[in-house]
Every structure is written in C-alpha cells, then in structure tokens.
Nanobody, 118 residues
Framework: VQLVQSGAELRNPGASVKVSCKAS????????IDWVRQAPGQGLEWMGR????????NYAQKFQGRVTFTADTSTSTAYVELSSLRSEDTAVYYC????????????WGQGTQVTVSS
C-alpha cells in the first residue's frame, strides 16, 4: 500500500491550493481517504474524509465552506482543495487511508508542505 502526495506549495493569502494523494496497492474504493494537517508546533488536526466509492464527504466543522475533497477513481487519486488561504493554514497536509468501520488511519502519505505567505 502506498499513498504518494504532490509536492510542496507556496501561496499568497487569499489564494487556493490543491493537494493530491495517489493511492496504490489496494482497492481505492474500499477505504476512506482522510485528510489531516499539522501546523508548526501543533498537533494533528483532522480535516475530514471522503469515500471514494461514491464521493460522500464529511468535513470537520472548522473547515466547512473552505475545503473540498474529491476523488478520481480512474486514477486512484484523492484531492484536497483549500480556499481563502491565510497564514494559519501553513502546515503539512497528510492523506491517510481508513477502513470505513474504524477510526484507525493505517497508511499515510508522506505529507505536503503548504506555506501561506505574502
């Protein structure tokens, strides 16, 4: 099982960013993809998840309206797009696999650094 994320991004405040997570080694539609971020000096923060089988999403309340999860089953790739970026969104963003019946994230991507700075 592998989750490979796209490279580091630098954005200005107010812009948007889209990070990808390409899955391999398992049936993409059988597991959720969760998104988690970690800001400098902070703990892990769960952003939400997508079910690639039907595109159903569940967003953490903090991010509702500003984040969008999508999944392309033809390429086994999940995406997170965050808009109206602010400096507090500077963090490492991770995708992780989760079996729907459990809360355990068993495989993680390598992380994508997103820096928001003018």
């Amino acid at each position: 099982v592998q989750l490979v994320q796209s490279g580091a991004e630098l954005r200005n405040p107010g812009a948007s960013v889209k990070v990808s997570c390409k899955a391999s080694g398992y049936t993409f539609t059988s597991y959720y993809i969760d998104w988690v971020r970690q800001a400098p000096g902070q703990g892990l923060e769960w952003m939400g998840r997508i079910d690639p089988e039907d595109g159903e999403t569940n967003y953490a309340q903090k991010f509702q309206g500003r984040v969008t999860f999508t999944a392309d089953t033809s390429t086994s790739t999940a995406y997170v797009e965050l808009s109206s970026l602010r400096s507090e969104d500077t963090a490492v963003y991770y995708c992780a696999r989760r079996f729907p019946a459990y809360w355990r994230l068993d495989y993680w991507g390598q992380g994508t650094q997103v820096t928001v700075s003018s």
